[in-house]
């Protein structure tokens, strides 16, 4: 069958029989020839689009993309050589901008001539201490302290004549001459002493000695005799007679009571006998008049205030209770007194 294509292609012949016919189109088929690829779609050319009028406001921003024609264009790669490689720069350090309180400164600064600090000079080491022997110290609350001054003792009695009653002994029958000149002795500390205090033995006979001796040995107390005055009841001692202890001619603490505080602010005064059981003697209250009268003198005042004067129960702390100077001591007396 011949294609109906080719068909133009054959002479045209009523005469023509079939072979005459296959013939001529496998003549007319080596005839043909291909066409080229390019020949056979050939694009139609795009219109080219009208100039537009840009204007400022309407320019279109470049965009950061590149065009088609960018990346078709390879761009020339130049390679360097090691004698043209570039150093990296250094960035430079950004430096704050001066203020203007900063900025005069500044200038004075320039203004100014270098300075160079003068070297300071090594201190000199302090020369080394001898050394010096070490010897045991004792100390004591002897409460003595020379910037508070001593306190002056009490202007002496004018002395009378035979016929005003005997002398000067006569204004004193307990508080003799020799007990008096000891009292003054003594270098009394202003504002130190400010309580004094009365106690009892509890028992019905002894002295200083005696208690010195007990208050040494069995109690160990270093400074021995508690008390700064002790008055006999007669037994062992004068019935009157006033002692005078160590602690008060070193005027050092007592320890009379059971407070370290008050042992060192408050003289003790110690009535021989147990007044629980007796009463102490007409001689013994007397004594004891004259003599707290006298330390009130000697001591002088705090505050344009005489020593206060207490018995050992009213002036111990709660927690250690005693009943000293006893039951039988007549308290009216004492407080009525003083």
């Known amino acids: 069958m011949i294609s109906v294509?080719?068909?133009p292609l054959l002479p045209r012949s009523s005469?023509?029989?079939?072979?005459?016919?296959?013939?001529?189109?496998?003549?007319?088929r080596e005839e043909m020839q291909t066409v080229p690829a390019e020949e056979q779609a050939t694009p139609a050319p795009k219109p080219k689009p009208k100039p537009r009028k840009i204007s400022p406001t309407s320019a279109p921003k470049p965009s950061a993309k590149p065009t088609e024609a960018e990346e078709e264009t390879p761009k020339p790669v130049h390679k360097t050589t090691p004698?043209?490689?570039?150093?990296?720069?250094k960035k430079k350090k950004h430096k704050p901008e001066p203020t203007p309180e900063e900025t005069p400164k500044r200038e004075i600064e320039r203004a100014l001539p270098a300075v160079t600090?003068?070297?300071?000079?090594?201190?000199?080491?302090?020369?080394?201490?001898?050394?010096?022997?070490?010897?045991?110290?004792?100390?004591?609350?002897?409460?003595i302290d020379?910037?508070?001054?001593?306190?002056?003792?009490p202007p002496s009695a004018p002395k009378r004549h035979w016929w005003q009653f005997g002398g000067d002994n006569t204004q004193y029958k307990y508080l003799t001459r020799a007990v008096r000149d000891a009292i003054d002795r003594a270098?009394?500390?202003?504002?130190?002493?400010?309580?004094?205090?009365?106690?009892?033995?509890?028992?019905?006979?002894?002295?200083?000695?005696?208690?010195?001796?007990?208050?040494?040995?069995?109690r160990k107390m270093p400074n021995g005799l508690a008390y700064h005055f002790v008055i006999g009841n007669g037994t062992s001692s004068g019935n009157g007679q006033i002692e005078i202890g160590d602690r008060w001619r070193r005027q050092i603490n007592g320890g009379h009571v059971?407070?370290?505080?008050?042992?060192?602010?408050?003289?003790?005064?110690?009535?021989?006998?147990d007044f629980n059981r007796d009463l102490p003697t007409r001689q013994q209250l007397e004594a004891l008049d004259e003599l707290i009268r006298y330390l009130r003198k000697r001591v002088g005042t705090i505050d344009r205030k005489e020593a206060i004067v207490k018995a050992h129960r009213d002036i111990n702390p709660?927690?250690?209770?005693?009943?000293?100077?006893?039951d039988k001591f007549p308290y009216r007396w004492l407080y009525g007194r003083f």
């Not at 045991?136 to 002897?142: A, F």
Request: overall charge positive.
């Open 15 to 28: 005469a023509m029989t079939e072979e005459e016919a296959k013939k001529a189109f496998l003549r007319a």
């Open 318 to 326: 709660p927690q250690w209770p005693t009943d000293c100077p006893g």
């Open 146 to 153: 020379e910037t508070a001054g001593l306190e002056p003792p």
């Open 258 to 273: 059971h407070s370290d505080y008050l042992n060192n602010i408050a003289l003790g005064i110690c009535l021989v006998g």
């Open 5 to 7: 294509g080719l068909l």
């Open 187 to 218: 270098p009394v500390v202003r504002h130190r002493w400010r309580y004094i205090v009365v106690h009892n033995s509890g028992t019905r006979q002894g002295n200083a000695k005696i208690f010195d001796y007990y208050h040494r040995h069995t």
């Open 117 to 143: 600090p003068r070297p300071t000079p090594a201190p000199t080491p302090p020369p080394r201490a001898q050394a010096v022997p070490s010897a045991p110290v004792t100390i004591e609350k002897s409460g």
């Open 83 to 89: 004698e043209e490689t570039p150093k990296p720069k």
